[in-house]
């Protein structure tokens, strides 16, 4: 069967981050961007350790949480399948809104903003923001 | 379920010297294991003992159920790769191969080969020639075409450069899926292990320091820091594995079940390296520093 793997994952040894939640944190993000669609099959758990020498409980472990999330299922005997989607109508979105934070982008950048000045206004922001949301 | 490999009171001595003192473990099958301790932990006297090759000085060990190398089928069900893969030099590949199908009944020459094709490797060229890698990788094709249900390896990449390092573990990570055959690595470095093995023996000389799920290891072990006070008194039931103060700070690695909510410290997770390294200096200062923290802990 010639069949082309969809995405490959990566493992970051400094974030801090377990394995299995990398693992399960760049599937979701796929999902979220349209990089993976409903049909798509997830790399082996064989394909995932030949790759990147981790513990074949690591991906199982993973795969299992997304499929408890309802994102994947596995087919016995074939592999773990992209069962529903993240992205939903806003992907359509996603453009526009690029072209406006690249355009703000640039604005910081031209007020003298470093990148790290840059990530952390963003992630207060974004903190008030769902606080107020909270409110 | 029997488990992969057990041991009660297992000790070994050469002459007057304890190498492996009163090691008590049960590993289950299906998992990763990785041995860890320094060098002269005694991680290659247990493995020893648990392919046969050594005979304990007192307690037991039994290896998938059985008494090690106790017939012809328990050395079929145990793969052994020693340390430094030793090959015959002057022998080709396919004279290893040749070789391990003459000595082990439950040879799979298909296997064999097909790694060896997968492998890239010359049939016909001799082991002495091959590089560290490959001499690694084809030591690995010996242990695993005898079909084994447990696979023991004696520092396997300690002697490997990076990429050849990877290039194993990932090799060796596609057996056990495959196979699903359980697995036993020994290293002095835990950062080889850390993202292979699922389950943890940290050995240090005679004894073992610690030994579990790594999953669980890492729940149970909490770094607490808190403003430094005198006449701290501690949980009974916190097991403080290590403690350091500066003059303003107190840190702590503690062993407790539970997950710790005293405001009064903040509590951060361990990784896997500073929690082995926790024991192993705690097994280092031993004698005089443990038994003074434990009273102070209480």
């Known amino acids: ?135 | 379920m029997t488990a992969a490999i057990e041991t009660a009171g297992l000790t070994k001595r050469y002459g007057r010297r304890v190498a492996l003192s009163e090691c008590t473990l049960s590993i289950p099958t299906g998992k990763v294991v990785g041995l860890v301790g320094p060098n002269g932990a005694g991680k290659t006297t247990l493995l020893h003992l648990a392919v046969g090759l050594l005979e304990p000085s007192a307690g037991s060990v039994k290896v998938l159920g059985h008494t090690p190398a106790e017939g012809p089928e328990q050395l079929g069900r145990v793969g052994f790769v020693a340390q430094n893969t030793p090959l015959y030099a002057a022998m080709s590949v396919t004279d290893h191969l040749r070789l391990g199908g003459w000595v082990n009944p439950t040879w799979d020459m298909a296997l064999a080969e097909q790694r060896i094709q997968h492998l890239g490797l010359d049939p016909h060229q001799k082991a002495g020639t091959l590089s560290g890698g490959q001499r690694a990788q084809l030591a690995l094709t010996l242990g695993i075409a005898k079909r084994p249900e447990l696979l023991i390896l004696d520092e396997p990449v300690a002697s490997l450069d990076p990429l050849a390092r990877r290039e194993f573990l990932r090799a060796l990570m596609a057996i056990a899926v495959e196979h699903g055959v359980s697995i036993v690595l020994s290293s002095h470095l835990v950062a080889d292990l850390e993202r292979v093995c699922d389950y943890l023996v940290v050995l240090v000389a005679p004894r073992v320091q610690v030994a579990g799920d790594i999953e669980t290891l890492l729940a149970i072990h909490h770094r607490l820091s808190a403003p430094r006070r005198d006449g701290l008194r501690l949980p009974r039931d916190w097991e403080v594995i290590e403690k350091s103060d500066t003059e303003r700070q107190s840190t702590l690695i503690v062993r407790h079940d539970e997950p710790i909510h005293d405001p009064a410290w903040t509590v951060e997770q361990l990784d896997l390296e500073d929690l082995v390294l926790a024991y192993m200096s705690r097994a280092a200062g031993s004698g005089a520093q443990t038994p003074t923290l434990v009273g102070a802990a209480r």
């Open chain 1, 1 to 135: 069967m010639n069949r082309g793997i969809v995405i490959e994952f990566h493992l970051d040894a400094r974030s801090g981050v377990s394995p299995y939640q990398q693992i399960v944190r760049q599937v979701r993000r796929a999902l979220r961007l349209g990089l993976l669609h409903e049909g798509d099959q997830l790399p082996t758990v064989k394909e995932v350790v030949e790759r990147l020498a981790i513990n074949p409980n690591t991906v199982l472990k993973a795969y299992k949480e997304l499929e408890h999330a309802g994102l994947v299922s596995p087919r016995p005997g074939i592999g773990t399948f992209v069962t529903a989607t993240l992205s939903d109508g806003s992907l359509a979105a996603h453009g526009p809104l690029r072209q406006e934070l690249l355009r703000w982008l640039a604005k910081a950048r031209c007020a003298g903003l470093d990148d790290e000045s840059i990530e952390a206004l963003l992630q207060d922001t974004f903190r008030s923001s769902a606080e107020e949301g909270v409110a």
